[in-house]
């Protein structure tokens, strides 16, 4: 084995390695639970700072089954719903007590997950318990991860391939001479 084959074995495994844990962190995943209670007269604001294509799928329930408001609204929707300008969301499910989220963003912005009181439960304290995922794919470090994974594989197939001796060439036989008549 000429001496530089344990080098590029090993420097194409570092490659794998790393292009490995590269492809398989590009899809981040982060699990919340959270459980909370809308005051009375008041809404519950969660803040999110997505990236675009971040989706966010999940499941609440108030605690005692009354009915609750759930919306997704982008930073410029929010700031109109504080100043009493706007109601627009771009999620909404309306008055139940137990409901499921799945919501693809589109742009990165800070996203607000806001729970309401349902119709008619404004001055009562109402308990919620919501879990949600938010999974945010990243392109670049998965294409970075499948190159990586590309020159290690080149690599170690360089390292660990056989290699004529020096000075020794293969040369094909000739073809045999027509007989003479």
Do not use: C
């Not at 997505?50 to 930073?75: C, H, K, N, P, Y």
């Not at 392109?139 to 660990?160: C, D, S, T």
């Amino acid at each position: 084995m000429a001496r530089r084959k344990p080098a590029l074995v090993v420097v194409g495994l570092v490659l794998l390695v790393v292009g490995g844990f590269s492809v398989y962190e590009s899809n981040v995943s982060h699990f919340y639970q959270s459980t909370f209670n809308i005051l009375p007269g008041r809404f519950f604001k969660i803040t999110a700072n997505l990236r675009d294509q971040t989706l966010i799928t999940g499941e609440f329930q108030e605690s005692s089954g009354r009915a609750v408001s759930f919306r997704i609204m982008s930073s410029v929707q929010f700031a109109a719903f504080q100043t009493g300008q706007g109601n627009a969301s771009l999620y909404s499910l309306g008055d139940i007590a137990t409901g499921s989220v799945s919501f693809i963003s589109s742009v990165p912005d800070a996203y607000y997950l806001l729970f309401l009181h349902g119709g008619g439960l404004q001055n009562v304290t109402q308990a919620v318990t919501f879990q949600r995922t938010y999974v945010s794919p990243d392109e670049f470090q998965l294409v970075v991860g499948i190159v990586l994974l590309a020159f290690g594989f080149v690599e170690v197939y360089w390292g660990v391939r056989p290699r004529a001796a020096r000075g020794e060439i293969d040369v094909p036989a000739p073809p045999p001479e027509p007989p003479a008549w």
